[in-house]
């Protein structure tokens, strides 16, 4: 039996959990609960299942989080995920949006909105995800993007609470890829919800350390075993797998990358004196030679 779920579990665990918060999602909403319920209640059974099964099914034993890394994670996942996101959604969907209407510009008809809000919620995956797709390319090309994204691969192990791990900047032009082209275009709250279940449990998941199998789901999403050769050492292997939610514009563009012969080694960036705790990883971007990667 043990064997058993030692085969088991990997292969399961991503679909099983995806599929439940979501469905999670849908039922709590036919119940009439606040959207906002909706959206919260199943993120939180997936961050709880997936913290326990990092305790359980690490897939490696040196990469469970210590103390002060998850001080530090705690500091951006906050500040910067929650708190910032807070400021610039309610910055840019309640004056700019009543700026540009007032001003007699209108987008919202661009949008499908009478479309079944599972099918929006497709397309807004593969909207916003090329256009990130792009803006995390170029942020691994252009000098000025790196030194921000560097603070992203700084980490020498994976584990689910570092995938927040942005500087507020880059944070900020994220947001102005991912999120506000739609909040422009007029998409509603359900979508969004909808996008926003399956963005937080898939970066979970792409970051978590739980030794899982994907198979097929790796031609689709971004998941952990793609994720982290994306967080190699090696810039042959790290400038590859860009996708944030998907991996479809990997395979498209050629970049995806998932050898079968090797595995990973080496974690985060060549200057191994790069800081890591969140007050000096704010700073280390404006100071030259810190960010080889």
């Not at 319920?37 to 997936?46: E, K, Q, S």
């Not at 020498?156 to 890829?177: D, M, S, T």
């Not at 926003?196 to 198979?215: D, R, S, T």
């Not at 050629?254 to 200057?271: D, H, I, S």
Request: with cysteine; glycine share 6%.
């Amino acid at each position: 039996m043990k064997e058993f779920f030692k085969i088991i579990v990997p292969i399961v665990t991503y679909p099983v959990l995806m599929g439940t918060c979501l469905l999670l999602h849908y039922l709590i909403l036919d119940l009439d609960f606040s959207l906002q319920i909706a959206t919260y209640i199943p993120v939180a059974v997936g961050l709880t299942v997936i913290t326990l099964m990092e305790l359980k099914f690490p897939h490696r034993q040196e990469w469970l989080a210590k103390r002060g890394d998850v001080l530090n994670d705690l500091s951006y996942m906050f500040l910067v995920q929650v708190l910032l996101v807070k400021i610039l959604s309610f910055f840019f969907s309640i004056t700019l949006l009543k700026m540009l209407r007032s001003s007699g510009y209108t987008f919202d008809r661009l949008w499908p909105d009478t479309w079944p809000v599972y099918t929006q919620a497709v397309l807004m995956v593969l909207s916003a995800d090329f256009l990130r797709y792009w803006l995390h390319r170029l942020s691994h090309k252009w000098m000025l993007l790196w030194r921000l994204h560097a603070v992203h691969h700084s980490p020498h192990k994976l584990y689910w609470i570092n995938v927040g791990r942005f500087h507020p900047i880059e944070k900020g032009l994220q947001f102005l890829f991912d999120s506000l082209p739609f909040i422009v275009l007029g998409v509603s709250g359900k979508v969004l919800a909808l996008y926003f279940v399956f963005y937080a449990i898939n970066g979970f998941f792409q970051h978590c350390n739980i030794e899982l199998k994907l198979g097929p789901l790796n031609y689709i999403v971004s998941g952990p075993e793609l994720h982290r050769w994306h967080h190699s050492v090696v810039l042959g292997e790290s400038n590859k797998n860009y996708g944030n939610n998907l991996i479809i514009w990997d395979l498209v563009f050629g970049t995806w990358y998932l050898p079968k012969t090797k595995m990973v080694r080496e974690l985060g960036l060549k200057n191994r004196k790069y800081p890591l705790d969140f007050l000096s990883q704010l700073k280390t971007p404006f100071k030259k030679g810190m960010d080889q990667g």
